[in-house]
């Protein structure tokens, strides 16, 4: 009788233990529409892009992914390695923004890239490695990569 209840106490225990895994609270990658890279803001995803000139594009969905005219988004970009960082000037370009000078090259630069929507009071910041190699596990450049755990 004692044994039955410990099996069925581990029977129990064990999907609870699961549960609480660190990767279920990571929350589900979104491919990027343009193969960049998707970050989640308060009421909006914005997708970062290295354009094969590179410059960084930046295109504004809504909740659902659905394209939003980038217009009241105020995107400051600020890219370089950790010693040396230098702000590009980001411009409206038809459906999206974009940065007017380049991307440096190599794999320790950073993108910080402060949103702030024309509603919201305060801006949120997402920072990116610019890392371009590819993934190898999915169709996307690392900085984009969609795979879990990456
Ligand atoms: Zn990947």
Same mark, same amino acid.
């Not at 939003?68 to 702000?87: C, F, H, I, Q, W």
């Not at 610019?130 to 999915?138: R, V």
């Given at each position: 009788?004692? +044994?039955? #209840?410990? +099996?069925? %106490?581990?029977?129990?225990? @064990? ?5 609480? =895994?660190?990767?279920?609270? =990571? ?11 998707? #970050? =989640? ?8 892009? +290295?354009?094969?000139?590179?410059? %960084? ?16 988004? %105020? ?7 950790? %010693? ?5 000037? #980001? @411009?409206?370009?038809?459906?999206r923004l974009i940065s007017e000078g380049t991307l440096p090259e190599g794999s320790e630069n950073f993108a910080i890239i402060q949103v $702030? ?6 801006? $949120?910041?997402?920072? +990116? ?12 450049? =690392? ?8």
């Open positions: 009788m004692k +044994i039955q #209840v410990l +099996i069925l %106490a581990l029977f129990t225990l @064990v999907p609870l233990l699961h549960a609480q =895994e660190p990767h279920d609270q =990571e929350k589900e990658k979104i491919p990027g529409p343009h193969k960049g890279k998707v #970050v =989640e803001g308060s009421d909006y995803h914005m997708e970062f892009l +290295i354009m094969p000139d590179r410059k %960084a594009a930046f295109y504004f969905y809504d909740d659902a992914m659905k394209p939003v005219a980038p217009g009241s988004y %105020a995107v400051d970009l600020t890219t370089g390695t950790r %010693a040396e960082m230098k702000n590009l000037p #980001v @411009v409206a370009d038809a459906n $702030k929507p024309e509603s919201a009071d305060s801006s $949120k910041t997402f920072r +990116i490695r610019l890392n371009e190699s590819s993934c190898g596990s999915c169709d996307f450049l =690392e900085y984009a990569c969609i795979c879990e755990g990456h």
